[in-house]
């Protein structure tokens, strides 16, 4: 009888700890927690989507709070929020590059915005606009990353066009980001084939703040990872004209299968192979001519 009390009793704690854990966890990630703040300046940010973004909404950098989210309005004649930011005075440098994207706290947790910060020598100002935003992620994007595929900042400002043949696309598929220098600049807008040409031909969406890239650029798609999705990567030329919407890229490399790839290993084996053997060979065959040459 003892047993079964002393049992009931410890099912018992267990649950009030339980319970006490999941108030803890809920204080801590949501934004009634540190919810204090100085002097304070506003800036905006516009976000494709803001998920649950509530106002008061925490605002972080390297995950230290530095302001907290004022207000959240939707953008009159557009499909787009414009969220005011109200960062403490004290954190005042924030450089004009900086990207703004919507977290969520653990896997439970509330919204909030966190600020990478970029490497521009000028900062946001009061009042002032932070232009780079990501948008609350869905989880088949959140996957995506998983896998290596990454994802661009949303083009607020508005995208342009260019295009590329491939002979051989691999899996790149519609959403794909565009990179260059390892920063994701855009998206793959199509993946079409050419019935004339025979290839592939791939239109790409470039955010407008990406207008400077050299017309002569070339573009190639790479696999992130072992098993992660694909990517174009665009390197950048040295001419000092502009890709504009609607231009073609004219250098591109083709994806390369596993298969390329092993063939590749194999074939580069087998040439050094038989010269070595070759090599061998005809030296074994100088040693013994060379061999009588020298008693006479």
């Known amino acids: 009888m003892s047993q079964r009390k002393s049992y009931a009793v410890g099912t018992g704690l267990f649950i009030v700890l339980g319970f006490a854990a999941l108030a803890y966890l809920a204080t801590q990630t949501t934004s009634v ?9 506003t800036v905006d940010a516009q976000f494709a989507n803001v ?6 909404a925490p605002v972080k950098v390297a995950g230290v709070r530095v302001g907290q989210v004022q207000s959240i309005a939707l953008e009159p004649g557009k499909d787009v929020a414009d969220v005011t930011l109200s960062i403490d005075k004290k954190y005042a440098q924030i450089p004009t590059d900086s990207v703004a994207t919507i977290y969520t706290s653990g896997l439970l947790g509330d919204q909030y915005v966190g600020v990478q910060f970029g490497g521009a020598k000028t900062y946001v100002a009061n009042g002032g606009h932070i232009g780079l935003t990501k948008s609350t992620q869905p ?7 998983f896998l290596g595929g990454g994802s661009a900042a949303d083009a607020i400002g508005g995208t342009y066009s260019v295009t590329a043949n491939f002979t051989n696309v691999g899996a790149l598929a519609v959403g794909a980001p565009v990179k260059m220098a390892g920063v994701a600049i855009g998206s793959v807008a199509s ?4 019935p004339v040409k025979l290839n592939a031909l791939v239109t790409m969406d470039i955010d407008k703040k990406y207008s400077q890239i050299p017309d002569d650029s070339a573009a190639a798609i790479f696999t992130s990872g072992l098993i992660g999705s694909q990517y174009v990567a665009i390197q950048p030329g040295g001419s000092p004209n502009s890709l504009k919407d609607g231009d073609q890229l004219i250098l591109t490399q083709s994806a390369v299968q596993l298969e390329d790839l092993i ?8 040439p050094n192979s038989g010269s070595n053997a070759g090599n061998n060979g005809n030296n074994a065959n100088n040693g013994p001519s060379n061999s009588p040459a020298g008693k006479h």
């Open 263 to 270: 063939g590749k290993f194999l074939v580069s084996g087998s």
């Open 51 to 56: 998920g649950q973004l509530k106002e008061g």
């Open 139 to 145: 989880l088949e994007d959140m996957l995506g990353k």
């Open 191 to 194: 993946v079409k084939a050419d």
């Open 33 to 41: 927690a540190n919810s204090h703040q100085g002097v304070s300046y």
